[in-house]
């Protein structure tokens, strides 16, 4: 099956604990992207990564860290600097910018992640 | 801030058609118009996207006003799997910026 897939579907942690969500693709894309959800939100922007080797910050990237060493893998690690971790983390996959101005995001099924 | 507007909230008989409106009055000419659907506790679904043109495929249809500063996607015959968040998006540089969306109620 193509798709993005994310895993575990729930983590819980301590507080103070970095935590890493796993996210891969076997699209092809060049683009991934990171988005947070809080409960009756929108998503969030977190980080994205438009080729291999390279990441940008979004809006929320304060607290979180990421790599792109392979282009079907992007992890995403929350550190004990983000105050308020407990959300739905989703992340997406896109052609890039090959993709032009009509380049489609795909997102995974999420990690709901609970700091305790 | 998103740069969309939509209502919180609509619901729609099973059946009948589901008109979601979507306001985008500060849209540029070159950005485009996404439609994605989350379903409680679920990555958001593609549904369709469009320039200026009526779209179609086998989800949905998507009506652009001729100066694009608004929406409608619609359903043509909504069941009740079809109930879920809605979310209209004007794809903003290299990402999304997501509002909070219109959730429809789909009822027996």
């Known amino acids: 099956d193509g798709g993005i897939t994310q895993s575990p579907k729930y983590l819980f942690r301590k507080e103070g604990q970095n935590v890493t969500l796993s996210c891969e693709q076997n699209?092809?894309?060049?683009?991934m992207y990171w988005y947070r959800q809080d409960p009756g939100q929108g998503l969030r922007l977190i980080y994205y990564s438009q080729i291999v080797n390279d990441f940008q910050k979004g809006d929320i990237a304060e607290g979180y860290s990421v790599s792109r060493e392979k282009k079907e893998s992007f992890p995403l690690t929350v550190t004990s600097a983000q105050k308020n971790p407990t959300a739905f983390y989703l992340c997406?996959?896109?052609?890039?910018?090959?993709?032009?101005?009509?380049?489609?995001?795909?997102f995974g099924p999420g990690t709901r992640l609970t700091v305790l | 801030d998103a740069k969309t507007t939509q209502p919180p909230s609509m619901d729609c008989a099973e059946g009948r058609a589901a008109n979601l409106p979507c306001n985008h009055s500060?849209?540029?000419?070159?950005?485009?118009v996404y439609w994605y659907r989350q379903i409680h506790s679920q990555g958001p679904q593609y549904i369709i996207h469009g320039l200026k043109n009526n779209e179609t495929n086998e989800m949905a249809s998507l009506i652009i006003t001729e100066d694009r500063k608004s929406s409608t996607l619609i359903l043509p015959h909504a069941t009740l799997r079809d109930t879920a968040v809605y979310y209209c998006i004007v794809r903003v540089a290299t990402w999304y910026i997501f509002g909070t969306g219109t959730r429809l109620k789909v009822l027996a």
């Open positions: 997406a996959s896109s052609i890039g910018a090959s993709g032009g101005l009509a380049d489609t995001q795909y």
């Open positions: 699209l092809n894309h060049d683009a």
């Open positions: 500060t849209i540029s000419g070159n950005e485009y």
